[in-house]
């Protein structure tokens, strides 16, 4: 015989396992346990529920006001033709905004609250820069979250905290404190101590108000680094862009106004230019003038004023002020306290004119006075695709770049960003040297044809000719008109009153339309 099993099933309803040396059989079994065993077989059987996934919703909110709160100032690059524009639309673009992606990269590293949005964190940006321009220097300031919120840095906001009992032992190190030998410590400083035992007790001075035996002295802890804000956004940024340095400033700190002067440049080859008469032209630029001739009037700003004043023009090979020297391509350094919308290409396009052949150099004197030419005329702007933002420049004292946090572990990150760039920069030599070998290779089938610039005369031109703009391009034209002789814009005042009449007022009609709406 083979043991078996049989079940009890009592009046109480928990049936039990019976083992047994007969096998199992319900001629035994009384009427109520046959019942109790049909009941159980009739039973539906029930499937344990699996666990739920917690959702992103449901996850335990970050509290950003549990944390404190610096400001700083971020500088960074990125490749303009990536993006469209720096500044962050509220409508829907075709391509990304650097705004947009930056602002995303701190809310999800929780440096920001991204509920509270730009105003909230007080984002402010030097120099706004177009679609497809670029920026190796541009800068923001803004509130963000600090490691500091306990070691009285200046310029950090401290959180409030709920009040922890053991927090009111202090513990003092007699000559660390005002010591001419720890010229580095202070009495705000947070200073590293073991853990006292037999043999530093007689070292330390210990104050407190409550019982030591209930209380005893908590493990010191480790100083304080601020976060490496470089290191963490660029982890989660697009290669693109990449954050270069970081600075602590003061609360009053606006990355916008705080700037002396912003430094552009527009990069170009020298091919078919007379190089000498555009640096003749860039020299008149120097000083105050008015340049609503060399800007896109934008109505939407009213801007009235048009008085700007350029610090620097001048031409030279790239490459000369990083100590190597290019002969083939040519940068326009241009830098200024302010500039206007599309100013800097505004003014490459008539130095392409002037480069050309197909205008004087004088020509650019005569686009700033206004009593000779009171109103724009027209031609089209150079490419956006050579322009950078280069630097921008703040008062001593105001700014202190760090590429780290300070701690030497995340050194490294600075020396990997370094390696970053770098590739990128050897990749696109690659690039170019590729191109350089189509070329060669279309050459030996097609003939390079004559190119008549630069012209020796500055006349009217007959025939087909390629005027350049920039950027590989180049607007074809049969029939060059000189600038001073095309057609011109509506005077300035008379462009913003149109506008005001217009659409400015359709928006003020909508306006206050939706306030109404939020008053009822």
Not at 13 to 41: D, H, K, Q
Not at 303 to 311: D, N, P, S, V
Request: a neutral charge; glycine letters at 6%.
């Amino acid at each position: 015989m083979t043991a078996g099993f049989f079940y009890k099933f009592p009046r109480s309803g928990i049936y039990r396992r019976v083992m047994t040396n007969s096998p199992s059989t319900y001629e035994t079994w009384s009427r109520e346990e046959l019942i109790a065993r049909l009941l159980l077989l009739d039973r539906p059987k029930t499937q344990i529920p699996k666990p739920q996934l917690q959702n992103r919703d449901q996850k335990k909110q970050f509290n950003f006001s549990s944390h404190a709160r610096r400001k700083i100032a971020l500088k960074f690059c990125y490749s303009g033709w990536e993006y469209g524009g720096l500044a962050f639309q509220n409508v829907k673009t075709p391509l990304p905004t650097v705004e947009g992606v930056l602002f995303d990269a701190l809310a999800k590293a929780r440096l920001i609250d991204p509920d509270v949005g730009f105003d909230g964190c007080g984002w402010e940006k030097c120099g706004r820069t177009d679609r497809g321009v670029s920026a190796a220097g541009q800068v923001i300031s803004l509130w963000i979250r600090s490691a500091l919120g306990t070691t009285g840095e200046p310029g950090v906001i401290q959180s409030p905290t709920p009040e922890d009992p053991t927090s009111t032992a202090e513990i003092t190190c007699p000559g660390a404190v005002d010591d001419p030998g720890s010229p580095h410590l202070t009495s705000k400083d947070e200073i590293d101590l073991p853990t006292p035992n037999a043999n530093s007790t007689a070292n330390l001075e210990i104050s407190t108000q409550l019982e030591p035996s209930s209380h005893p002295v908590s493990k010191p802890t480790k100083s304080k680094v601020e976060h490496d804000y470089p290191t963490i956004l660029n982890r989660l940024l697009p290669p693109t862009i990449r954050i270069l340095a970081w600075s602590p400033v003061s609360p009053t700190f606006s990355a916008r106004f705080a700037c002396q002067h912003r430094h552009y440049k527009y990069f170009f080859p020298s091919a078919h230019l007379d190089i000498p008469a555009v640096r003749e032209a860039a020299a008149h630029l120097i000083g105050e003038h008015d340049f609503r001739n060399l800007c896109k009037l934008d109505p939407a700003k009213q801007i009235t004023q048009f008085h700007r004043r350029i610090l620097r023009a001048d031409i030279e090979p790239v490459g000369q002020d990083l100590g190597k020297t290019n002969g083939d391509i040519y940068v326009f350094n241009l830098v200024g306290t302010a500039f206007l919308y599309h100013q800097v290409r505004h003014i490459m396009a008539i130095l392409f004119l002037v480069g050309s052949g197909l205008e004087s150099p004088s020509i650019v004197k005569d686009l700033m006075n206004i009593e000779l030419v009171d109103r724009k005329p027209e031609y089209q702007m150079a490419d956006a695709l050579p322009l950078m933002l280069w630097d921008c420049a703040y008062p001593a004292g105001e700014v202190a770049w760090n590429a780290t946090s300070g701690d030497p572990i995340e050194a490294r990150g600075s020396s990997d960003l370094y390696h970053q760039i770098e590739s990128i920069h050897s990749r696109s030599q690659i690039y170019t040297t590729l191109d350089q070998y189509f070329l060669a290779a279309t050459a030996a089938h097609h003939a390079p044809p004559p190119s008549p610039f630069p012209l020796r005369a500055v006349v009217a031109g007959t025939g087909a000719m390629n005027v350049p703009l920039g950027g590989g391009t180049f607007k074809r034209t049969g029939k060059y008109i000189p600038v001073l002789q095309r057609s011109r814009l509506d005077t300035v005042e008379a462009i913003n009153e149109r506008w005001r009449l217009g659409k400015g007022h359709r928006k003020d009609e909508k306006r206050k339309l939706v306030a109404g709406d939020e008053d009822e």
